[in-house]
């Protein structure tokens, strides 16, 4: 089992930055390859990052490609997504969530998810 707590949202204008974390809970954080989604309203939830429990693949979804990064600290159990240049369509919750595949792009694949972090950009 694996309990994810979302961190590091909220109001930004467009062009900013923001840093989002994720940190879990249990010992076997390291074993897990990690995900980043994001919903905005009346959306369906989509892919935006993920990385390979060893930290040494990544992955993006096109429209953010460039523009934000993920990492992993193993050691404290915690992903962040650095995310640059905002842009107000990227205006959603943020949701990360943990998988036991080697990396995976689509929601259906991840079994434990967080409560969701709110990204708001102005323009």
């Known amino acids: 089992q694996v309990q994810l707590v979302e961190s590091g949202g909220g109001l930004v204008q467009a062009g900013g930055s923001l840093r989002l974390s994720c940190a879990a809970s249990?010992?076997?954080?390291?074993?897990?390859?990690m995900g980043w989604f994001r919903q905005a309203p009346g959306k369906e939830r989509e892919f935006v990052a993920t990385?390979?429990?060893?930290?040494?693949?990544?992955r993006y979804a096109d429209s953010v490609k460039g523009r934000f990064t993920i990492s992993r600290d193993n050691a404290k159990g915690t992903v962040y997504l650095q995310m640059n240049s905002l842009k107000p369509e990227d205006t959603a919750v943020y949701y990360c969530?943990?998988?036991?595949?080697?990396?995976?792009?689509?929601?259906?694949?991840?079994?434990?998810w967080g409560q969701g972090t709110q990204v708001t950009v102005s323009s």
């Open positions: 969530a943990a998988t036991s595949l080697g990396i995976a792009t689509t929601k259906d694949q991840y079994l434990y």
């Open positions: 990385i390979r429990a060893s930290g040494r693949s990544t």
């Open positions: 249990g010992r076997t954080f390291s074993r897990y390859a």
